[in-house]
Each structure stands twice: as C-alpha cells, then as structure tokens.
C-alpha cells in the first residue's frame, strides 16, 4: 500500500456484516429514505472479514434461522443492566421484527416452543431479503476486509487494513460480533478495536449457548449417546444452592451434553465455576418431580418391574443405566426395593450430578459472554458515552441470551436503534450546512 494513499472518505462505516451490522445499514437507509431522501446519496460502507457473508444467520437454527422469538423479554437475557435490555427491547420488539422481515417479503412462522423461523425453512431466505434490501438502498459491503485498528483523527476516524488503503469515516459502527463461530469472522478483533478507543471490556469473555464435554468420572454418560428427552439442568453451588435452572430438551452425545438446556445452562456452569471450583451440574429426568415425589413413585410400583415404569417417563437405556448406576437391577418388582437402594435412585432420577471437564470452546458456541459494558453506551443510540461518533451493538455488548432466537433479537433490536439515531444525525448535519 503507498504510504501517501489518501484515506477513501464515507459519512458511516459499520465494521462486521453480520445480522446487527446489516440491521444497522438498513436501518440508516430506511430512515433517511422515509423522509423523502435517496439513500443511495448517503455513503454507508459495510466492511467484513469474511469470505462469505452472513455465516452466523445461515447455520442458525440448524440452517433454518431463528430470526427470533414470539416472546421476548429481558428475562432471557444475561446482563448486568436488565433495565437497558428491556427498554431496548420495547423500542423494537419480536412483533417489529417479524413486520421488518414481512416487508422484505420474508414470513416467518411460530413453532410449538415459540420460536420463530421463516416459512421456507431456509436460513438463505433471511440473509438474501437482507443483502437485496442493502443493495437497493445503494448499501456498499466490502469483504474480505479486515480491520487491523480505528484511530480517532478528530472530526471523523480512519479505518486502517494491512491489506487495503486507509478508509476515512465521519462515523463508526461496531458490530463485529464477540469470539463465537470465529470463521464467520467473530475472532474477538472487535474489543481490541473498542479498548482502543476508549472502551473497557468484561473481565471474562467465555463461551456461551456452548455443548459441554464430561469428566471421566462422569463418562458412563456417554455410552447413552443419540438419547434426547426433556430434563431441568441446574447449577449447583458447592453450597448447594441451585444457581441457575433450565428445563428444555438434552441430548446426550459421544462427548458429553447437547442441544437447548445444556446450551442454555453453559455459561452459568462456567462462570460459577470461576469463583466456586466444586459447582457443578446437577440433572433432574423428571422434570416435574422432586426427589420425594420420585421416591413416593418408587414406592408405588408394587410387584411392577422398576424398568417397566420408568420407561414411561424417560428412555429406556437412560432408565436402564440409573439403575446400573444405583446397583438396582431394572427388573426387580418396586416392592422388592430395599429402602436404600429406591431412595438412591429417586435421588439419580431427580439430581443427578455430572462432573463437566470443559465446554467445546468459542468454536463450538452460538454466542459470546462478556463484552463492552452496557453502561459505557448511552441506551438511546447505543453512542459510545467515551468517543462520539462511534456506536456499538449486538454480540460486542455484554449481553448474551437462551437459546430460541434472543440473541438475533438483541442484534436487529440495537442495530435498528442506533440506524436510526445514526440517520437522524445524519440528516441534522445537513440542515445545518
């Protein structure tokens, strides 16, 4: 690159083209263009590392895109500043979501656990009406593009690249997403580029929405591979006070636990464990039962064979193996149970204690935990309070939600906000010209 390349100038430049940083360019154009403007004579400039655009919104959901939830509140999310993640939740909510999506020409439709995903079942849906909307408003994305660092050059930043010239911006956006999925471009490149703007990052960045691997103590597990039923995980101080729970579906895999509650319940194992070495997980089969409740059940059986009932309630090898574990052969008659070994199971049944070695890492994870603080940000626009001119949102915030479209939520729901304010200032620069 010559050393004497004149930065290319553009009013917004939003770093990262993921789901946030797509809401934020459409949002900025829509604005302008519902007040009579052309977009298109507005420089909004969208730069991506990524070879491939869009890699987050198209494995979502299994490749079907869980744009969001019909339900959403900030009780789904982990955050420190609830109150923020609910007034951004009320500015733009699921239902504007779900009307954005409708006037791209994209249904989506509400399945049994509320989630919501569109009518064709197809991630590419999703991604495609969002780049079309982008290029009809005249919206530039280039990638691969990395940035390398912002430096504030006071009016405006420039944008540099180790393998581009210099891009000058009068206004920035950070949407780079955390550390999860890093080949969509999600590396953590995102918190350098705000420390140095004046930011301060979370303490712990870890995986979240992660599948977690067991210890060896608790690999018998394992050989219950492919078994998927309902069951409430919960966080377990070395106390004994249950933390944090989830009840939704497990799957157990060839490493260790999978798909909703597992996912859901990862960050929080993780984070206890950095302060309380002996948390641990604890997994209730029967969700609706405590631990009398099952022994009452126990107690019932009579001449019935204990394998005979349970596999009523939970998967036959599943039931199978909690009575290997409690020294109980599966076809003794409930009658016949000495009081130890039925209270020994009804305490398996509903608390089961699997001792987790790790999670399978940034690579593995939906979502990041951790990120800028909310109160670095002013809630209005998502402005940064430490360096005007510069907005954060989605993933990079230290905000992270469940499983069930939240996280796409909070990406559309802050990208619209600060799209608008964006445009607003925009168009006040001009009348005062």
């Known amino acids: 690159m010559p050393p004497n390349a004149a930065p290319k100038p553009v009013q917004v430049a939003i770093i990262g083209a993921g789901a946030s940083g797509l809401m934020t360019a459409i949002s900025i154009a829509q604005a302008l263009e519902s007040t009579g403007q052309n977009p298109k004579s507005t420089n909004i400039l969208l730069l991506d590392g990524s070879k491939k655009i869009g890699i987050k919104i198209l494995v979502a959901g299994g490749g079907r895109c869980n744009v969001t939830h019909h339900q959403v509140d900030e009780h789904q999310y982990a955050t420190t500043k609830p109150a923020i993640v609910r007034s951004t939740l009320k500015r733009f909510s699921a239902s504007d979501t779900i009307n954005f999506f409708a006037n791209l020409g994209v249904d989506l439709k509400q399945e049994p656990t509320g989630k919501m995903f569109p009518t064709t079942d197809d991630a590419h849906t999703v991604l495609h009406a969002l780049l079309n909307e982008a290029a009809r408003l005249g919206i530039k994305i280039l990638n691969p593009w990395r940035v390398e660092s912002i430096t504030q050059t006071n009016p405006g930043f420039t944008i540099d690249s180790p393998d581009h010239h210099p891009i000058h911006a009068d206004c920035i956006v950070l949407a780079t997403g955390g550390k999860a999925l890093p080949k969509s471009g999600s590396d953590g490149q995102g918190y350098k580029i705000a420390k140095s703007l004046g930011h301060s990052i979370t303490k712990d960045i870890l995986p979240a929405l992660v599948p977690l691997i067991v210890a060896d103590s608790s690999r018998w597990i394992t050989e219950l591979s492919g078994i998927a039923c309902p069951a409430t995980l919960s966080v377990v101080a070395s106390t004994g006070k249950h933390i944090k729970s989830f009840t939704n579906d497990t799957l157990i895999t060839h490493f260790g636990?999978?798909?909703?509650?597992?996912?859901?319940?990862?960050?929080?194992?993780?984070?206890?464990?950095?302060?309380?070495?002996?948390?641990?997980?604890?997994?209730?089969?029967?969700?609706?039962?405590?631990?009398?409740?099952?022994?009452?059940?126990?107690?019932?059986?009579?001449?019935?064979?204990?394998?005979?009932?349970?596999?009523?309630?939970?998967?036959?090898?599943?039931?199978?193996?909690?009575?290997?574990?409690?020294?109980?052969?599966?076809?003794?008659?409930?009658?016949?149970?000495?009081?130890?070994?039925?209270?020994?199971?009804?305490?398996?049944?509903?608390?089961?204690?699997?001792?987790?070695?790790?999670?399978?890492?940034?690579?593995?994870?939906?979502?990041?935990?951790?990120?800028?603080?909310?109160?670095?940000?002013?809630?209005?626009?998502?402005?940064?309070?430490?360096?005007?001119?510069?907005?954060?949102?989605?993933?990079?915030?230290?905000?992270?939600?469940?499983?069930?479209?939240?996280?796409?939520?909070?990406?559309?729901?802050?990208?619209?906000?600060?799209?608008?304010?964006?445009?607003?200032?925009?168009?006040?620069?001009?009348?005062?010209?």
């Open 257 to 433: 636990l999978s798909g909703p509650a597992p996912m859901d319940i990862s960050r929080y194992l993780t984070t206890a464990k950095l302060t309380d070495r002996k948390a641990h997980l604890q997994i209730n089969w029967f969700p609706d039962h405590t631990f009398e409740q099952a022994d009452q059940f126990l107690t019932n059986l009579g001449k019935a064979q204990v394998s005979t009932h349970l596999r009523t309630h939970i998967p036959e090898r599943l039931a199978a193996a909690l009575c290997q574990q409690a020294n109980i052969d599966p076809t003794t008659p409930g009658h016949a149970l000495p009081r130890e070994s039925r209270r020994a199971l009804a305490h398996l049944l509903t608390a089961t204690t699997i001792h987790i070695q790790a999670d399978r890492g940034f690579t593995h994870a939906e979502v990041t935990a951790g990120g800028v603080p909310l109160e670095e940000i002013n809630r209005k626009d998502f402005q940064s309070r430490t360096c005007p001119g510069l907005y954060l949102v989605g993933e990079i915030l230290d905000v992270d939600g469940r499983i069930g479209g939240y996280n796409f939520q909070w990406a559309w729901s802050t990208g619209h906000i600060a799209g608008t304010a964006i445009a607003k200032s925009l168009l006040n620069d001009a009348s005062n010209r």
